[in-house]
C-alpha cells in the first residue's frame, strides 16, 4: 500500500496494489501494522456503506463529544472526498483537502477525528464504505455548510448539489463546534 500525506499532513491517501488476473482482481484494503506505521494505532468499532445517486453530497459531517476517524473508500462509481480541519490548535485549522475516489482507482482517504468530512457523487451511482474509529453517536452529529465562506471547498464545476434538510441547515464555520 502506497500512503500520501496531503498538503493537510494528517489527511492521508492510500493507493493498494491491485493484483489483477483472468478471474477478476484481488487487493488488501486494510492491514493493522501498516496502517499503524502510516497513521497511527486506531480500533476501528463501525463499518458503514452508503448508496447514492449522481450530485447527491452527504455532508459535511462530524460527531463532537465522540469524534470518529474514517478510513473512506468507494466500491461503485466515483465521488469528490473532503475533509476540513476543524482543530483550533492545528496549523492547517480551517483548511481543506479534497480528492477523487473511485471504485476504478482504488484509493482510500484517512481522515482522523477532529476533521468534517463529506463527498459529493460525480458517476450516475456511487457506493461509499468505511471504517470507523467510534461509534454513531446521535444527537451528537454536527453538519458543516458544504458551501461556507470561509472555508471555501472548490467542488467539481457545475455541479448543483442535492443536499438531505440536515444538510441543507449546516452551520457556517464560525457556529460550527471546535475541537
Ligand atoms: C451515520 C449513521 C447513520 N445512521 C442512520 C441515521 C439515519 O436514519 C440514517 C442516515 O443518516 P445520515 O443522513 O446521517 O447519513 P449520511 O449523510 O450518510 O452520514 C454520513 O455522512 C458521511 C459524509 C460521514 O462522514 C459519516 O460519518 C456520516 O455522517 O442512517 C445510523 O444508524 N448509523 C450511522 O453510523
Not at 480500533?43 to 449522481?54: A, G, I, M, T
Not at 480551517?94 to 477525528?113: C, F, H, I, T
Not at 458551501?147 to 472548490?154: A, E, L, Q
Request: with cysteine; net charge negative; charged share 25%.
Amino acid at each position: 500500500m502506497e500512503y500520501k500525506k496531503l498538503e493537510i499532513p494528517d489527511v492521508v491517501l492510500m493507493t493498494p496494489p491491485v493484483f489483477g488476473d483472468e478471474r477478476g482482481f484481488f487487493m488488501e484494503t486494510f492491514r493493522q501494522s501498516e496502517f499503524e506505521k502510516n497513521c497511527g494505532n486506531y480500533q476501528f468499532v463501525q463499518d458503514n456503506h452508503s448508496s447514492s445517486s449522481k450530485n447527491i453530497l452527504r455532508g459535511l459531517h462530524y460527531q463532537h463529544e465522540k469524534p470518529q476517524g474514517k478510513l473512506v473508500r468507494v466500491v461503485r462509481g466515483e465521488v469528490f472526498d473532503v475533509a476540513v480541519d476543524m482543530r483550533k490548535d492545528s496549523p492547517t485549522f480551517g483548511q481543506w483537502v479534497g480528492e477523487y475516489l473511485s471504485a476504478d482507482n482504488k484509493r482510500m482517504l484517512w481522515v482522523p477525528s477532529g476533521f468534517a468530512h463529506g463527498f459529493i457523487v460525480t458517476s450516475e451511482q456511487a457506493e461509499f464504505v468505511y471504517k470507523c474509529t467510534d461509534y454513531y453517536n446521535p444527537g451528537d452529529e454536527y453538519s458543516l455548510m458544504w458551501n461556507d465562506d470561509t472555508i471555501g471547498v472548490d467542488w467539481p464545476a457545475g455541479v448543483e448539489p442535492i443536499l438531505s434538510d440536515k444538510d441543507a441547515k449546516g452551520l457556517t464555520f464560525e457556529e460550527a463546534p471546535k475541537f
